[in-house]
């Protein structure tokens, strides 16, 4: 008996693909973008010259580095129905995946924007620059390149950490396979389609690192 | 008599234990160039810099045409940046956008800063860019520059606010030697046409040529001052004449 059950393979391949383009991949961009968001309002909190700000935005990051996805994930959709805030797990998941994504991803911005030279903030406010206009028309297209390298690998995290949604009923890869493993007990087959699926995605994103970096590195210095 | 255009009195700031500015008045009249000279440490960029406040001085009042300030009330951000909005200024480094065109560089104040229209700002742009002889580089990057072509991009830039006061802070000291000349010659030529420039600078040959008073700062205070032909050439002080000795033969 072969331990690959190729017939298998192939009848699965579009049902997980599905669960691939319907649950893993919006889950992941939507959860990005928030989480960028998210991430741009702490690192400019974490830089704020009042302390009480920068201390808010210190403890949001210890905690959510300092707890599991897992669990965060589990207190969205299992723990608030105990405040009386019941919520579905599709915007469960999103929540969990956002507020975790916007924790790691703020290191990765605070840091980028401490990397744009002193000299640059200066030129601005020569120039007339107020502290928004400054952040955006001068520091942040800056930052972007900087950060790019750490962001995709929040982004590649986030991929694979969306099969932890699979927990709360949340229909996509990961559960797919579970889904079709289970009357048929191929789960190594099943399991082996997915992590195939998984990686070409993080095959794919990588590429685009590659050259969003190239792009974005054009007017810098060799 | 008429006012001095910008007029600092008093100017005193420490970094740390560090008293850097120990009482430092500035008087520029409108259309002359003044030139800040000295050694390292001796407090003339932070002068420059105290113009615009980059540099925040504890005590003393800085005015330039009719906006006041003074540094001990604390000032907040708008008052300072009021104060700002009369200058321009000229980085030893340059400081050009590196993600932005020469064109869009030139343009990053009047247009994000100012709100006029791109339109008119980018044609005021070309004009001065032809002005420093750059008018063929509008939309190349910082990054293909000489040095001495970013540096007078950088005085395009500056320019291009319509500042009444230019302040350059040792606008060729990161020049190769035969880029100096280039940058130094834009500037002469803008000394002409009656802008009114405050020069921090070891070129004491531009100092010579194109000041009408020459500052010499030592330890956080104005050692001596006058027309170049006096203080270069005949300085009164001691340390005037230690400083420029130095100059002439640094073995």
């Known amino acids: 008996m072969s331990a690959i059950d190729w017939d298998l393979v192939r009848s699965s391949l579009g049902p997980l693909l599905d669960g691939l383009l319907r ?39 210890s905690i959510i580095r300092g707890t599991p996805l897992l669990l965060q994930l589990f207190i969205v959709f299992f723990g608030l129905p105990s405040l009386g805030i019941t919520l ?17 991803a703020s290191e990765a911005v605070r840091g980028a924007i401490l990397a744009v ?42 991929v694979k950490d969306t099969s932890l949604v699979s927990t709360i009923l949340v229909t996509e890869l990961l559960r797919k396979a579970q889904e079709i493993a289970s009357p048929t007990f191929e789960f190594f087959t099943l399991y082996g389609v997915a992590a195939v699926y998984y990686w070409v995605v993080c095959l794919v994103l990588s590429f685009g690192q590659t050259r969003l970096e190239t792009r974005l590195s054009r007017h810098v210095a060799a | 008599m008429t006012a001095p255009l910008l007029e600092a009195r008093g100017l005193v700031k420490s970094f740390g234990a560090n008293r850097v500015l120990r009482g430092v008045d500035v008087a520029v009249p409108s259309g002359s ?16 810099r105290s113009l615009n406040g980059l540099e925040t001085p504890e005590v003393g009042t800085v005015r330039i045409g009719d906006v006041e300030l003074d540094w001990a009330t604390g000032p907040d951000a708008r008052a300072v940046s009021r104060l700002r ?21 030139v343009t990053a104040g009047p247009v994000f800063a100012q709100g006029r229209p791109r339109a008119e700002a980018q044609e005021e742009a070309r004009a001065l860019l032809a002005r420093v002889g750059l008018a ?3 939309d190349d990057y910082p990054v293909q520059l000489s040095g001495g072509q970013q540096q007078r991009v950088g005085i395009a830039r500056a320019l291009a606010t319509r500042p009444q006061v230019v302040l350059f802070d040792e606008p060729t000291s990161a020049l190769d030697p035969e880029l100096v000349g280039e940058v130094l010659r834009v500037m002469q030529s803008l000394a002409a046409e009656g802008w009114t420039m ?4 070891h070129e004491m040959r531009f100092a010579r040529q194109v000041a009408d008073q020459v ?3 030592d330890g956080g205070v104005v050692v001596e001052q006058g027309p170049p032909a006096e203080v270069l050439v005949e300085p009164r002080e001691p340390r005037t004449r230690q400083f420029l000795q130095r100059l002439l033969e640094p073995l």
């Not at chain 1, 649950?23 to 991430?39: I, M, W």
């Not at chain 1, 599709?90 to 924790?103: M, R």
Request: glycine share 8%; proline share 6%.
């Open chain 1, 23 to 61: 649950g893993t991949l919006p889950l992941t961009a939507v959860s990005f973008v928030l989480g960028l968001a998210l991430a741009l309002v702490l690192a400019l909190m974490r830089l704020s010259g009042r302390r009480l700000v920068s201390a808010v935005a210190r403890a949001y990051v």
């Open chain 1, 88 to 104: 579905d797990p599709w915007p469960s998941a999103i929540i969990a995946l956002s507020l975790n994504v916007g924790g790691y």
């Open chain 1, 117 to 158: 030279p002193r000299g640059q903030f200066e030129a601005a406010m020569t120039v007339g620059m107020g502290r928004t206009t400054t952040l955006r028309r001068v520091v942040l297209p800056q930052a972007a390149r900087i950060a790019v390298p750490p962001l995709s690998n929040t982004l590649i995290s986030l």
């Open chain 2, 33 to 48: 160039v003044t030139c800040l000279i000295g050694p390292s440490g001796s407090g003339k960029t932070t002068v420059l």
């Open chain 2, 85 to 105: 909005g009369q200058s321009g200024m000229v980085f030893q480094a340059h400081n050009l956008f590196p993600h932005l065109s020469v064109l869009d560089n």
């Open chain 2, 136 to 138: 063929d580089k509008a």
């Open chain 2, 198 to 201: 405050v020069v921090v600078t």
């Open chain 2, 215 to 217: 500052l010499f700062l």
